[in-house]
């Protein structure tokens, strides 16, 4: 294993100085002129032929190597692949927007996923080592399946479901952020960016399964590490003359603080709010008269593009005017939803700008106790849904033996917080460029940055800045800036080299692509091994097991795609629902399962069917966009938050149900006392 280990760390080695090495040689393309299209082409096409050479070189039909890699990968190079798996483009393209546009609030993610690391350490994953199969419904179905063969069918069945829905709504935002970058760094459509996107994907999970999947995520880690940290470091240097984005971020937040409060006051930018304000006014009176003002809406703009044409007004203009007749409601009942988003759009952006790191604030005391408790459920669902990821703890297989998957945990969280510990620092120092160099700025010049993204999507625009006064400077309250997009944005923000553009979107495709192999796996693997195998064709060949999940993974591949290509909804919305889900459904039977003998199989089906449909029902009761309402959310918990209701319905059902049935089989226990006893070498 050392041999082998050491043979590994030169790959890598190698890889590393021959990645630097292409860095250098497009910077000094760049300075030669080559064009931007260019550079953003050789970034992509050149990084996704690396991965799909990986997945040539390590294409396996041998079910061990295909399902958890031959079980040999060392802890260090266990936890890369594992953190490339988990840094997803919610951690690397998401979080750093979501601290720029929430402030402290954002700071639930980064403690939540974290510390859910934890839990995997201390709860699960040693366990599942021990335990020395495939998947998790394995595991449930030999913990819960009693004296039934060890098959388990009722609680792998609902393990599979839970894994299956859990994983796919995790995979459409992957292949989201994949269309994005692919669509803004060589200026193909978006849909079509996915498809692209998809092909890398499915060269390393079709061919070699967790095999190649891991030895291309540990390439993955070290494009996601340089990417994140180059930028960083650079804004670092600009604004506090420190390459240690750690420090910087010490230095910098109080002038921005500073910024904050000059913005707060200034007689421009409370113009502009109140422009906001009298749109939101306009869109509440609009509802009142409903349906009136509905079908008087809809003949207004119908007669100013009658008038357009009339008066053969130039193409723009008649284009614009057709645009606005396309975009209106269609009916009443489509206007009061999209009335409603509007005017909570135009309320949001009529307010001053929140203090970054000010924690809860609120306009009282029950506001700010709202947003606290929020905080605190939404850093508990992310801590129980990692816990519970189906993707995340398949990786527990991958190691040699249970000290290595310890060990391996460790690797992973120090890997994790290389990036983590930096993304509260990108948040602060993009933050303050923007409100610096941009803000008070005139729109004659723009920079160019501006246009390139507000382009990418022109329905719905990741960024847009609109002179609201007509005073032509630019106002805070003027821009309107996605989160999905700052990351991306910020070497052009800073003034970097195109390069390092090209470079962030490597690590945003390495980021996506790598946990969309693991969620594509976990599921095709749910469905081969512990549906067609385990209960349809226990006597199925190997070849035949490793060869229906690869069809099964193509399938599900091109069907998240599909998904993604509709923008269901933004990468944080659609993961925080992942992990409630995983939370609720998985976490109370996967806990119970190691550390109390009495659960049984009764008590697992119905508390993870309970957990589930606490879980549902809270999001699509109080989700505006699935047709929910917020005035109906318990205690004002958000609906990203639902698992904080569904994580304590499951646990109870189990334990109600368990105790009320008979004991489980007594190889359930003895399961229990064998995956727990430290006298079972290696521990």
Request: glycine letters at 8%; hydrophobic letters at 50%; proline letters at 6%.
């Given at each position: 294993?050392s ?6 760390s ?41 991965y ?11 079910v061990s ?10 802890a260090v ?14 951690s ?9 546009l ?12 974290t ?20 998947t ?5 179905a030999?913990r819960?399946?009693?004296g ?32 994005l ?17 998809l ?5 390393c ?6 095999r ?7 390439a993955?880690y070290?494009i ?13 240097v600009?604004?506090?003359?420190n ?14 603080a ?12 409370n ?27 809809k ?17 723009p ?5 057709e645009?606005?007749?396309?975009a209106?409601?269609r009916s ?7 009335w409603?988003e ?6 949001a ?9 000010a ?6 005391r029950?506001?700010?106790?709202i ?5 605190l459920?939404?850093?508990?669902c ?7 990821l ?28 290389l ?18 160099n ?7 010049h723009?920079?160019?940055?501006i ?14 800045v ?7 400077i630019?106002?805070?309250?003027e ?13 052009e ?5 195109y ?11 390495a ?7 693991g969620?594509l796996?976990?599921?095709?693997n749910?469905l ?5 195998y385990?209960?349809?064709d226990?006597?199925?060949?190997t ?5 229906i ?17 509709q ?12 992990f409630?889900?995983a939370?609720?459904?998985?976490f ?26 606490v879980?549902m029902?809270y ?22 938050s ?6 304590p ?10 105790l009320?049935?008979?004991a489980?089989?007594?190889s ?16």
């Amino acid at each position: 294993m050392s041999s082998y280990r050491q043979r590994l760390s030169r790959y890598y080695l190698w890889y590393t100085a021959c990645f630097f090495a292409f860095l250098l040689a497009l910077a000094l393309l760049e300075r030669e002129g080559m064009p931007r299209l260019w550079i953003g082409y050789l970034f992509m096409f050149a990084t996704i032929a690396l991965y799909a050479t990986i997945g040539v070189i390590t294409r396996t039909s041998n079910v061990s190597e295909y399902y958890v890699a031959g079980r040999r990968v060392p802890a260090v190079f266990n936890g890369m692949a594992t953190a490339a798996d988990w840094i997803s483009a919610a951690s690397f393209i998401s979080l750093a927007g979501s601290l720029y546009l929430r402030g402290f609030d954002g700071l639930a993610y980064i403690m939540g996923w974290t510390g859910g690391y934890c839990l995997v350490a201390l709860l699960i994953a040693p366990y599942l080592r021990k335990f020395a199969q495939y998947t998790i419904p394995d595991f449930l179905a030999a913990r819960y399946g009693g004296g039934a063969g060890g098959r388990g069918g009722p609680v792998r069945v609902m393990a599979v479901a839970a894994t299956i829905i859990v994983s796919f709504t995790y995979v459409v935002a992957q292949i989201y952020a994949v269309g994005l970058i692919a669509s803004r760094f060589t200026g193909v459509d978006f849909s079509v960016g996915i498809f692209l996107g998809l092909a890398s994907i499915l060269v390393c999970s079709f061919l070699g399964g967790m095999r190649a999947i891991t030895w291309t995520q540990v390439a993955q880690y070290i494009i996601i590490l340089v990417a994140f940290l180059i930028p960083t470091m650079w804004l670092s240097v600009k604004h506090a003359d420190n390459p240690v984005p750690q420090l910087a971020y010490g230095s910098v937040l109080p002038k921005l603080a500073q910024r904050e409060q000059q913005l707060v006051l200034d007689p421009s930018e409370n113009a502009v709010r109140a422009r906001f304000l009298e749109r939101a006014n306009d869109y509440a009176q609009r509802l009142k008269g409903l349906p009136a003002s509905w079908e008087a809406g809809k003949r207004e703009a119908q007669r100013k593009l009658d008038a357009a044409r009339l008066r053969n007004a130039p193409l723009p203009e008649i284009r614009a005017a057709e645009r606005i007749l396309s975009a209106y409601p269609r009916s009443p009942d489509e206007a009061v939803r999209v009335w409603t988003e509007q005017r909570a759009a135009n309320l949001a952006r009529a307010q001053p700008p929140e203090p970054h790191a000010a924690p809860f604030p609120g306009p009282d005391r029950e506001a700010s106790d709202i947003r606290r408790n929020n905080f605190l459920a939404l850093a508990l669902c992310l801590m129980m849904g990692t816990a519970a990821l189906p993707h995340i703890l398949m990786r527990a297989y991958t190691t040699p033996s249970v000290n290595e998957t310890r060990v391996s945990v460790f690797w992973t969280l120090f890997f994790i917080l290389l990036i983590y510990l930096t993304i509260p620092a990108l948040a602060v120092l993009a933050k303050y460029d923007i409100y610096t160099n941009l803000v008070g700025s005139q729109y004659q010049h723009l920079p160019s940055w501006i246009s390139y993204w507000a382009n990418v999507d022109k329905v719905n625009p990741l960024i847009s800045v609109t002179d609201m006064n007509g005073d032509g400077i630019v106002q805070l309250a003027e821009i309107s800036i996605d989160g999905d997009v700052l990351v991306l944005a910020t070497p052009e923000i800073g003034g970097l080299p195109y390069v390092i553009s090209g470079l962030v979107a490597a690590g945003g495709l390495a980021a996506a692509l790598s946990t969309a192999d693991g969620l594509l796996l976990a599921i095709s693997n749910a469905l081969s091994h512990d549906i067609w195998y385990k209960l349809v064709d226990p006597a199925a060949s190997t070849q035949k097991r490793v060869t229906i999940s690869k069809l099964l993974l193509l399938a599900v591949a091109f069907i998240a795609a599909y998904v993604a290509s509709q923008k269901p909804a933004d990468i944080l919305s659609l993961v925080g629902a992942a992990f409630s889900l995983a939370a609720s459904t998985m976490f109370p039977a996967l806990v119970l399962g190691v550390f109390w003998k009495r659960a049984n199989h009764v008590g697992a089906i119905a508390g993870m069917a309970v957990g589930f449909v606490v879980c549902m029902y809270y999001m699509l009761h109080t989700n505006p966009s699935l047709g929910g309402n917020l005035d109906g959310a318990w205690l004002h918990i958000a609906p990203i938050s639902a698992g904080v209701f569904g994580v304590p319905a499951g646990l109870l059902t189990i334990v109600l149900a368990s105790l009320l049935t008979a004991a489980p089989h007594r190889s359930s226990a003895g399961l229990v006392d064998y995956i727990r006893s430290p006298d079972q070498p290696p521990y």
